[in-house]
């Protein structure tokens, strides 16, 4: 079933190669207080800790450094609500050109700055009643910038695989690998590593109530659309899935869990108190899927926390502090 799917185990691999000495290779982390508490033994793979705060790094150096010289010349350019805005800033830095980047006006604060501290041109429009696709491929169309997605691509979602390829290689092999879930890209990249690892592995996937387009497309067996979620978890605010990702998860995904805004709050509340690490609305899905109940582990089990990236103050709003 692999071999006919748009990005393998091979791919995975190669981005690994690729971006070894440029991204963070991140630490698992382990709790004896979490695993009493899910009844499991559970395996975080830390890409808050993650370069630029988030996986995202993997995918867009993977991808803008495979760009010809000349067009990596005239620069590149990204649509992105902060996590793959900042990683293709930082990419393109990285690799000595320009980056232009997309982002909702409602962004919040501390993903604009990082972006733009990185040297990206920041240009906005509203999520609610913009088409973002459209608006980032005329913008790289009209100044001739290779446009970098967060998830359609490739060579995204190879490099966000390699977050998972680290975390099999470290643990061995794991009973079942929970993942959040946006437009589709980490989970895609995530579950072609563990599935070809471990064809046994079950890979599931965690997206907030309010933004279950991947649950109802998976269930429908076709792309289905939402409206816009509005939910704390911004980085997951899709309204659709990717052609190309749902066209992976299809077959490799095999659930989806779904966690209230409330859950997530607590998740991120437990790993600030217990774990000591600081997550985003975006990554504490799958930590409150198992916190929650919301999945049954099995007995082993690995969690993608995809990033951290989120301002003191909107913390501690968010978590009551």
């Given at each position: ?5 748009p990005?393998?185990?091979e791919?995975?691999?190669?981005a690994?190669?690729r ?6 290779r991140?630490p698992?982390?382990r709790?004896?207080t ?6 499991a033994?559970v395996?975080?793979?830390?890409e808050n800790?993650?370069?630029?705060g988030a996986?995202?790094?993997?995918g867009?150096y993977n ?7 000349e067009?990596?010349?005239k620069?590149?350019?990204?649509y992105?609500s902060g996590?793959?805005a900042?990683?293709v800033?930082?990419?393109?830095r ?14 919040p604060t501390s ?8 040297g990206a041109e ?11 696709v459209a608006?980032?491929?005329?913008l ?6 290779a446009?970098?997605p967060p998830?359609?691509?490739?060579h ?13 290689d470290?643990?061995g ?12 890209g ?5 579950a ?11 890979v ?12 109802r497309?998976?269930e429908?067996?076709?792309r ?6 509005r ?6 605010a899709?309204?659709i899935?990717?052609e ?6 299809r ?7 779904l966690?209230?805004d409330?859950e997530?709050?607590?998740?991120m509340?437990f ?10 609305p975006?990554?504490a899905?799958?930590l ?10 099995p007995?082993r089990?690995g969690?993608i926390?995809?990033?951290?990236n989120i ?7 968010l978590?009551g502090i």
């Open positions: 079933m692999t071999a006919t799917l990005v393998t185990l791919d995975v691999r190669s690994a190669a971006i070894e000495g440029v991204a963070h991140t698992v982390l709790s004896r979490l695993d009493a508490l899910v009844g033994e395996f975080l793979k830390c800790l993650q370069r630029i996986f995202k790094f993997r867009a991808a803008a450094s495979r760009l010809a010289p067009q990596l010349a620069g590149v350019a990204a992105s996590n793959h900042q990683a800033a930082l990419a393109a990285e690799l000595g050109t320009t980056a232009v980047i997309l982002m909702p006006e409602d962004t993903k604009m700055d990082a972006t733009a501290g990185y920041i240009v906005t429009y509203d999520r609610y009643t913009g088409d973002r608006i980032g491929e005329a790289a169309a009209d100044r001739g910038l446009l970098i998830y359609e691509h490739p995204v979602i190879a490099g966000q695989g390699t977050a998972a390829l680290e975390l099999l470290e643990v092999d794991l009973d079942a690998l929970v993942v959040p879930v946006g437009g589709g980490l989970i895609a990249g995530s072609t590593a563990a599935k070809g690892l471990t064809p046994a592995i079950r599931i996937g965690v997206e907030p109530e309010a933004g279950d387009d991947t649950k497309s998976l429908a067996g076709r289905v659309s939402i409206p816009v979620p939910t704390i978890a911004d980085g997951q899709a309204d899935p990717g190309l990702t749902f066209s992976i998860n077959h490799l995904v095999d659930g989806i869990a966690v209230t409330d997530i709050r607590e998740a509340r790993a600030f108190e217990r774990l000591k690490i600081v997550i985003e975006s990554g899905g799958p409150a899927a198992l916190l929650s109940g919301r999945i049954t582990p007995p089990v969690v926390i995809s990033g951290g301002g003191a103050r909107r913390f501690a709003e978590c």
